[in-house]
């Protein structure tokens, strides 16, 4: 357990120096978690999946062939052919952009909650940093008096 603080420690002894003030931390810490933000919570399928609500319903056409192969009688070969187009009573497709556009809402809302979690987190981090390195420098202190 002590192996582990300390290298915790060290570990944020070493990003509180890498970073110069608060800011600039927290601008760091946003842009090495875009990428994993964006996989995350694919803001743009959601706008996608909005766009797709939108879109009627296209036409589907279908050829089918049978065939029970006795070439001789030509009996049993068949050709169907079909063309069907579903349409929705109501305001159907009303509400299916409606659900896209809360549930694309829903997606930005996650995304702001969860930035606002990561800066929490890193601002904990920060201070325990800060009050780490503050020990560090009265041990220091001290045992350079010491010596």
Request: with cysteine.
């Amino acid at each position: 357990m002590k192996k582990i603080f300390s290298l915790c420690l060290v570990l944020l002894l070493g990003v509180t120096l890498s970073a110069q003030n608060f800011n600039d931390y927290l601008k760091a810490v946003e842009q090495h978690n875009a990428a994993y933000t964006a996989e995350r919570y694919s803001v743009d399928i959601a706008e996608a999946l909005t766009t797709a609500a939108r879109v009627f319903n296209d036409p589907e056409f279908s050829v089918e062939y049978g065939n029970n192969q006795d070439w001789s009688l030509q009996m049993g070969q068949s050709v169907e052919t079909g063309l069907s187009y579903a349409f929705s009573l109501g305001n159907v497709r009303r509400a299916r952009i409606g659900v896209a556009r809360s549930e694309e809402d829903i997606t930005r809302a996650a995304l702001a909650d969860w930035f606002r979690n990561l800066k929490a987190e890193a601002t904990l981090a920060w201070i325990d940093a800060q009050e780490a390195r503050a020990v560090m420098e009265v041990k220091r202190s001290t045992w350079e008096g010491m010596e």
